[in-house]
């Protein structure tokens, strides 16, 4: 059977607008939760005279890891649907979110946003979908959720819509890419199976615009990009740099050249799984052999592209980025730890140029002479050895960052424009 398609979900919102419920309901309804765990909860249900819903199994087993402080409920939860294989990833806020941002993990391709109708659009909405748009999603399917809290009435989905539309607006994010939809999570309306409690809506449900969401493109079209991990001298081969192709392909007989360090040559074998391989693709772990490199002439960080189209090195680059948290204020002149795929370089914050509204995306003050935790700004870097990044709008996989200190990640960002030597 040829594989499904795979997309990265991430699911937004503001605390206890139902995230969580809503994912229960997928994993529930689309049949993800093994068949033998939900007889032996409905044997237990029954026996203490509750028979039935098992769904209760679900939502109870996400609120148990929750008590055990386990990895928040949501992330990493999988299920099919009939089009794609769906990874739900971590949503801004759960505590690996930044980490998994930086190593590409949690590259989301879409996002579901989650408005209860009760309050419509709350502080961590907007939060979102401004970092939503920040970090490039591309799809968003906002489910008005909690209908049944309202009656099921039409005119306040309406209100929230419009709130939410105003929202997107403000970040420009284009409403076209945006479908709204009614639900009631708790109750199941709208998200797998058509409620019979809101005539007035004939839409797509949760699941039809999941299916129709657009098929991510596999980064293959792009030129490689490999960044290293590490590298190995193994006897009988030599060196063997090892990392992930992120973008493009690798194959034998490619020229390739490895940045900043500056050298190239020819790929002589390609190594994946033990076995040799003749064409590496993204996502793969690979090691490979090029003729002429020693183990000293690169480094873990370099990235690996095309000799005709090598790996960007900044001279200096402009950045989006949003603080997270930092004790005092960042000003100009400020040098903590950018990480970026494998790199890890000290950069100077050569100028803050711009503070953005976090929660509209509004240039809100040119050139201030200070950002702190919430703040978000465009500013300027210069990296204190050289580094390769890449604009986020021409290789995403290649275009973020975290900025940490003092043991912290104190912000994240992505890139805007690479000067390059
Ligand atoms: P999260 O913080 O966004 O993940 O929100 P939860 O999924 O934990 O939901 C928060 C509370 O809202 C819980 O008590 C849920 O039972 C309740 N809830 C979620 N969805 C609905 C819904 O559609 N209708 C009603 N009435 N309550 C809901």
Redesign the pocket.
Same mark, same amino acid.
């Given at each position: 059977m040829p594989e499904k398609p795979h997309q990265n979900l991430a699911?937004i919102? +503001?605390?206890? +607008?139902?995230?969580?419920?809503?994912?229960?309901r997928l994993l529930y309804e689309t049949g993800s939760v093994p068949e033998h765990i939900i007889e032996q909860h409905k044997e237990e249900a029954e026996e203490k005279g509750k028979g039935g819903f098992e769904f209760a199994y679900v939502?109870d087993n996400?609120?148990e890891e929750r008590e055990r402080g386990v990895t928040i409920?949501?992330a990493h939860q999988e299920f099919q649907t009939d089009e794609y294989y769906f990874t739900i990833v971590d949503t801004p806020g759960h505590r690996d979110f930044v980490k998994n941002m930086i190593t590409g993990a949690s590259q989301a391709d879409n996002a579901v946003l989650?408005v209860?109708a009760d309050d419509g659009v709350a502080p961590q909405t907007q939060e979102h979908v401004f970092l939503a748009r920040t970090l490039g999603i591309n799809e968003l399917i906002v489910g008005v959720?909690?209908?049944?809290?309202v009656d099921y009435e039409e005119s306040r989905y309406r209100e929230v819509v419009t709130e939410v539309e105003d929202l997107l607006n403000q970040v420009r994010f284009a409403t076209e890419d945006a479908s709204f939809i009614p639900?009631?999570?708790?109750?199941g309306?709208n998200v797998v199976e058509r409620s019979g409690n809101m005539e007035w809506y004939d839409g797509e449900l949760v699941l039809e615009a999941l299916n129709g969401l657009e098929e991510p493109e596999p980064p293959t079209d792009a030129p490689l990009r490999l960044p290293i991990q590490d590298v190995y001298t193994i006897s009988g081969i030599g060196t063997v740099p090892v990392g992930r192709v992120e973008t493009g392909l690798l194959n034998t007989g490619d020229n390739v050249s490895f940045q900043p360090s500056d050298v190239g040559g020819e790929v002589k074998t390609i190594e994946m799984h033990h076995e040799e391989v003749p064409r590496a693709e993204p996502g793969d772990n690979v090691g490979f052999n090029v003729r002429g490199i020693g183990k000293d002439d690169i480094h873990r960080g370099d990235v690996c592209g095309p000799a005709d189209d090598p790996p960007s090195v900044a001279e200096t680059f402009t950045a989006q980025i949003v603080v997270m948290q930092h004790p005092s204020v960042i000003t100009d002149g400020y040098t903590p730890v950018f990480h970026a795929h494998t790199a890890q370089v000290a950069c100077t914050i050569e100028s803050i140029d711009q503070k953005i509204d976090a929660s509209s995306g509004e240039v809100e003050e040119e050139n201030p002479d200070f950002i702190q935790s919430g703040d978000a700004a465009v500013i300027t870097v210069r990296p204190q050895k050289p580094l390769s990044i890449e604009p986020s709008s021409e290789i995403p996989e290649l275009g973020s960052f975290a900025v940490r200190d003092m043991g912290q990640t104190i912000a994240a960002g992505r890139v805007l424009e690479v000067n390059g030597s």
């Open positions: 699911i919102g +503001h605390v206890d +607008h139902g995230k969580s419920t809503l994912v229960g939502m996400l609120a409920d949501i989650v209860a959720n909690k209908m049944d809290r639900i009631s999570a708790l109750e309306d």
